[in-house]
């Protein structure tokens, strides 16, 4: 008896295709040697009343392509499928913060620390060397939304918003209040393009009598209602949605910090965002992103669940009584994920009182001077006025009650 076995090829497993990726280094800066168009001097910064790059030796202004073509590339939200991420927003693989750059006038190799600083001066030559590599640490984003809010402008803002809170602010945070001290710092944020559809069920009701039961202090008003199943479906897209990419940002811990004043600022103009330039960050100080898009997404996933509900408010408006949701279901048939530098106006007051402490931030938006932040309060001014309130307002009841 013979046995023949044959062994044949393991059956093809399916191609999965790998995710689009964008490109979007900036190809003019690959060198590191960030020169002016004009005349070829690396002394260069942001002037921030035209938010364009400028020369500080022969006063050429200039600007880096905006980044939105290049991204979207005409494709339709509608169209998106998978997961596209720009390159700059691609995983965090290495933690090495120190790189080593090699000046293109002069040969020389200079150190530059990455979680401190984008750009150094060779020590040679004097030029200026710039990170525009995008570097796996998350140091280097795809785009940056230049500061258009002067420091003068940030400051008057931040002066504004204090003092209109001055009457019941701690005594202490006047007598330090500095506005000067206002630090312009850029945070970094994945801008995200959706194309989903969602699902929501839950009931309805329509109010069908109103009326009152009991008499004296027992009465109270009864409302009869119709009540229905709801379900909804829509399909939709979302354009340029901000989300934290700083861990640290993202803790919203009202116990030890302020940080969700920051998000009380939004939206930017992301649109007019350019092309990475670390000469835009020059005087500035900035956050490197450590999160990322796969942490993400339960995050976008709640801010697509709150669209979706908010798409379907207007269809159950015949609810009097109004929707009481169930069960919600998201599907992301599309995303589109780019890194990004938001520019915010920062001042921070660190408060201590007893074994508790807390930093209050008043933050202005960069772009639009939008500003919104917290003061620490003084809680016996707040119960002066409070007792102060309540007895006009006992005293008014009182003489009508008397004059009646």
Not at 175 to 180: A, D, K, W
Request: proline share 4%; charged share 25%; with cysteine.
């Amino acid at each position: 008896m013979s046995t023949e076995a044959s062994v044949g090829a393991d059956p093809e497993e399916p191609v999965v295709p790998a995710d689009p990726v964008i490109e979007t280094a900036n190809e003019q800066l690959e060198d590191g040697v960030n020169r002016c168009p004009a005349c070829g001097s690396t002394e260069i910064q942001l002037r921030v009343s035209t938010s364009m790059l400028i020369c500080l030796f022969c006063r050429h202004e200039w600007a880096e392509e905006k980044v939105e073509p290049l991204v979207s590339a005409d494709q339709a939200l509608r169209d998106l499928t998978g997961t596209t991420v720009a390159t700059g927003a691609s995983d965090i693989t290495a933690d090495a913060d120190m790189l080593t750059m090699k000046c293109s006038g002069c040969g020389a190799e200079v150190v530059v620390n990455t979680s401190e600083s984008t750009s150094s001066r060779c020590h040679w030559c004097r030029h200026v060397l710039s990170v525009n590599e995008q570097l796996p640490n998350g140091a280097v984003p795809d785009a940056v939304l230049p500061f258009s809010i002067t420091r003068d402008q940030a400051v008057e803002r931040i002066k504004e918003f204090a003092g209109k809170r001055r009457m019941f602010a701690l005594r202490r945070f006047t007598r330090e209040f500095t506005p000067e001290n206002v630090v312009g710092v850029y945070l970094p944020y994945m801008v995200v393009d959706s194309n989903a559809s969602a699902d929501v069920q839950g009931v309805g009701e329509v109010q069908t009598r109103r009326y009152t039961r009991g008499t004296g202090d027992n009465k109270k008003t009864v409302y009869d209602a119709d009540v229905y199943r709801v379900d909804r479906h829509v399909d939709f897209t979302a354009d340029d949605l901000t989300l934290e990419s700083s861990s640290e940002r993202a803790n919203m811990s009202a116990f030890v910090n302020t940080n969700n004043v920051i998000n009380t600022i939004l939206p930017f103009d992301t649109k007019n965002a350019v092309q990475w330039n670390a000469s835009y960050l020059v005087g500035y100080t900035s956050e490197r992103r450590d999160t990322d898009v796969s942490e993400l997404v339960p995050v976008l996933e709640q801010q697509l669940l709150s669209i979706a509900r908010s798409e379907v408010r207007d269809s159950v408006s015949r609810y009097d009584r109004g929707v009481r949701w169930e069960t919600e279901n998201v599907v992301v048939h599309g995303t589109r994920w780019l890194s990004m530098y938001l520019p915010v106006w920062l001042y921070s007051y660190y408060h201590e009182a007893g074994e508790r402490s807390m930093v209050h931030y008043i933050a202005v938006n960069g772009r639009t001077g939008e500003t919104m932040g917290s003061v620490p309060v003084s809680h016996w001014r707040l119960s002066v006025a409070a007792l102060t309130t309540g007895t006009v307002l006992e005293s008014v009841a009182v003489a009508i009650l008397a004059a009646s």
